[in-house]
């Protein structure tokens, strides 16, 4: 008896905590498989499903998807660039500090953690303008290194935790080898934290795709934007396509929730560690 | 880059004797350092200079504090923060002793539970916006059909709209934060809770006097974390009410990107330099936590 009474509790629980998670990304799957008329009529479940939505946004059709593969493969060029400078300016930072004790690494890795908690919209607009002075401004460059600088932080943090834990005797054997720092960091380092750099890699590339403020600060140009800015200028008509919009928006969102699913394994271990020591 | 670069290798070779050795290991430590270096000080630390400049005339704060939007702006950022906070924090914490529940469905729960922060925020946010529409949204159709009432206009009324962007914001963040106590409840011993339950603990006793002592250090450290987060919170209220009706919603973070659209780059680094007095003492407190 008081077994089930705990069971009920925790279904009391697990029903309103369900509803709470899935309810704004079903309305937005609702929209995606209804006509304009179905979508505005409140109805839990369209009389009519149809997938003609995904046809017009696939095929273009619609005045705010002119540009749709264009912006999708902005996109996806913008975050794998991300993800990869990431990587490389992380990785050589890690382990300059960490294994080589670089001097100055301790002041270097403050620097980094300082960006890191500085709130990115705050760095926004010193950024933008120092983007305007660069000549930088409406070119996905300016994205790309403005969100490496806002990944390469946490990655450099996240690495270094990696790296600190490794036997230090790998380097000494290493030396006595006569390995040289390149070596060590190519045949050593870089595959044993492989799993950290997964993380790392995955974390920036979707920080960069799901990035709006710095996309929508730093690009103007319709065939220069990446995905979410287009979905923010639907906002702009009185009678935006909304089944259009939640359509894109879901095609859009399934990428980087595939990846963190897949990748999941590597990102639990990998970056709540690192984000709150306690 | 090779101005970082090339004093220590200068400095190195010239030194001779036993540093000599030591050389190229130091040479690629500044070699491999230098990119980040390089990012700092192009994408970091000159605009933040540049834009502390900016915001150097006493006029520009004249003009700020005589801004009704801006006063309005800081007390919602405060409501947002204190509220949001606290919310966010205590439920996190009370899901997090439900996920930890060792049930197969639980364990399927806690992987939809994840979604909110899995997808990108911008289509779910424009979807909880759809469905706040006071005419066509299925929140207030829902009610117009249980109670033959019209429904309120979700994002017309500031302190509606304001809590709704908070709502937004913790729909966004709360899977995170519960994932971190998660971990952190894993990590307590179970002879604790066992021994506890020999001695006829109950429920509340074991959570006072087991899981809140080895929990409140992290739950203290990620309420600052995420207090910093969410003072830079633009999306969440942005994309839901951009800021209005009439501008009334809004947040220091949206203000500064609203001056800054305006073409008011004086007041956008003004309003962010008050912000500093709230996020300079919590950034310190956690670089403290983490250097240790």
């Keep these: ?278 | 880059m090779s101005t970082v670069a090339l004093p220590g290798v200068e400095a190195a070779t010239a030194d001779g004797g036993p540093r000599r050795r030591l050389s190229p290991w130091q040479a690629w430590g500044l070699a491999l350092l230098a990119p980040y270096v390089a990012v700092f000080l192009v994408f970091v630390l000159y605009p933040v200079g540049y834009g502390l400049w900016l915001a150097r005339h006493p006029q520009s704060y004249v003009q700020l504090f005589a801004d009704p939007v801006f006063a309005g702006s800081v007390v919602n950022t405060l409501i947002f923060v204190v509220v949001g906070i606290n919310l966010k924090m205590a439920a996190a914490l009370f899901l997090s002793g439900f996920f930890v529940t060792a049930r197969p469905w639980i364990r399927w729960l806690s992987v939809l539970f994840i979604l909110p922060w899995a997808v990108p925020s911008i289509p779910t946010i424009l979807s909880i916006r759809f469905m706040l529409n006071p005419e066509w949204g299925v929140v207030n159709q829902v009610i117009f059909r249980l109670t033959g009432a019209d429904g309120p206009n979700w994002l017309n009324d500031r302190w509606i709209a304001l809590s709704m962007a908070m709502l937004v914001h913790i729909w966004k963040s709360l899977p995170f934060w519960t994932m971190i106590l998660i971990a952190g409840r894993l990590a307590i011993p179970g002879e604790l809770y066992e021994a506890a339950s020999v001695d006829g603990a109950s429920v509340w006793q074991r959570f006072r006097f087991i899981t809140w002592p080895s929990l409140s250090t992290l739950y203290l450290t990620s309420a600052i974390l995420s207090m910093i987060w969410t003072l830079g919170d633009f999306n969440s209220v942005y994309l839901l009410t951009g800021g209005g009706p009439a501008d009334l919603t809004h947040v220091l973070a949206t203000l500064g990107i609203r001056y800054l659209r305006l073409d008011q780059v004086d007041l956008a680094m003004a309003t962010i330099v008050c912000a500093l007095p709230l996020v300079l003492p919590l950034v310190y407190f956690m670089m403290k936590r983490l250097s240790r």
Excluded at chain 1, 29 to 56: C, D, M, V, Y
Excluded at chain 1, 153 to 173: C, G, M
Excluded at chain 1, 195 to 222: K, Q
């Design chain 1, 1 to 278: 008896m008081k077994r089930l009474l705990t069971e009920a509790r925790l279904v009391l629980i697990g029903i309103p905590v369900a509803i709470w998670t899935l309810l704004p990304i079903y309305h937005m799957f609702l929209f995606s498989i209804s006509t304009k008329e179905e979508a505005f009529s409140g109805e839990l479940w369209p009389a009519h499903p149809t997938l003609r939505n995904f046809g017009i946004v696939f095929r273009e059709q619609n005045y705010f998807l002119n540009h749709f593969w264009r912006q999708f493969a902005n996109s996806l060029l913008i975050a794998v660039a991300v993800g990869a400078i990431t990587l490389v300016v992380a990785a050589g930072a890690a382990f300059s500090i960490s294994r080589l004790r670089t001097r100055g690494g301790r002041l270097v890795l403050n620097c980094a953690l300082f960006t890191y908690f500085i709130p990115a919209a705050f760095l926004a607009v010193p950024m933008y303008k120092a983007m305007g002075t660069y000549g930088l401004l409406n070119t996905q460059w300016a994205l790309i290194l403005a969100m490496v600088t806002i990944a390469s932080p946490y990655a450099i943090w996240v690495l270094k935790q990696a790296s600190d834990k490794l036997p230090w005797e790998l380097d000494e054997a290493a030396r006595i080898d006569g390995a040289s720092p390149l070596q060590l960091f190519r045949l050593v380092y870089l595959p044993l934290i492989a799993p950290s750099l997964v993380a790392v890699g995955t974390y920036a590339l979707l920080l960069a795709w799901n990035e709006y403020l710095y996309a929508f600060l730093l690009l103007s140009n319709d065939k220069d934007i990446t995905l979410p800015v287009a979905l923010g200028h639907f906002l702009s008509a009185d009678d935006s396509p909304w089944e259009l919009l939640m359509t894109t928006g879901l095609i859009y969102a399934l990428p980087p929730a595939a990846i963190y699913y897949a990748f999941k394994r590597y990102m639990v271990t990998g970056l709540t560690a690192g984000a709150v020591k306690s």
